[in-house]
């Protein structure tokens, strides 16, 4: 059994994070990280985990016209087409790939992460992931957001390791099939988070 980690960035902080996460799974599984453009339309049986992460826009979930918005604000320091600006993910973001993705049957276990402000009215593309993944039949079995510093980036101090730790603990309760402590479909995400 091996564990998928997809994500979608556009600055590259949410890239950090799973790579972080990923790291930190592969500590026990056998782990593979792919950018949400290059993701499978359909899970393979051995993924026994399923962990996705993105952007939070607009409070939610990227859509292409916050996408195009990213891509704009990245093209006004530098030049060129979107990849050569930096752009991370020129293609589909969670959203897209999450509604048409086959889970397979049975579906993994599946986690959402997301990068965002650290501010209350800052909402969370996790948590709009976890109600698509519900409405699709899945269960989101742990859910937790990043923060960056300022809209941009860079992750704040300290995110990568919480990034890595969480993708360890992902990794240590799906060998035990231990559920996340106190958290189910739609818990905040740890206290703070
Ligand atoms: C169009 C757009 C809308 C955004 N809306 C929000 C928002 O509603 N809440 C928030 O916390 N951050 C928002 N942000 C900041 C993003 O969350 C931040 O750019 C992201 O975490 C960086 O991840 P990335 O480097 O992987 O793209 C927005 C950013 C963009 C470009």
Do not use: C
């Not at 051995?46 to 704009?72: K, Y």
């Not at 909402?123 to 899945?138: H, I, V």
């Not at 937790?144 to 809209?151: D, E, H, K, L, P």
Request: charged share 25%; no cysteine.
């Amino acid at each position: 059994m091996r564990a998928l980690v997809v994500f979608e960035s556009m600055f590259g902080n949410t890239r950090e994070v799973a790579e972080a996460v990923a790291a930190g799974l592969a500590e026990r599984m056998d782990t593979e990280l792919v950018e949400v453009g290059a993701a499978p339309a359909a899970l393979a049986g051995d993924v026994g985990l399923l962990v996705v992460g993105g952007p939070t826009h607009a409070f939610s979930m990227s859509r292409p016209s916050s996408r195009q918005d990213a891509a704009r604000q990245l093209a006004d320091t530098a030049k060129g087409d979107p990849a050569a600006n930096g752009v991370i993910s020129t293609g589909v973001g969670i959203r897209e790939w999450l509604t048409s993705l086959d889970l397979g049957r049975p579906a993994p276990a599946v986690a959402v992460f997301d990068t965002k402000l650290r501010s209350p009215l800052s909402g969370s593309a996790a948590a709009k992931a976890a109600r698509l993944l519900r409405r699709r039949g899945a269960r989101a079995v742990d859910r937790r957001s990043f923060y960056v510093a300022g809209g941009r980036g860079p992750l704040r101090d300290g995110e990568r390791d919480q990034a890595r730790q969480w993708g360890a603990n992902l990794a240590a309760r799906q060998a035990t099939g231990a559920a996340a402590p106190g958290k189910t479909t739609g818990a905040r995400g740890g206290a703070g988070r």
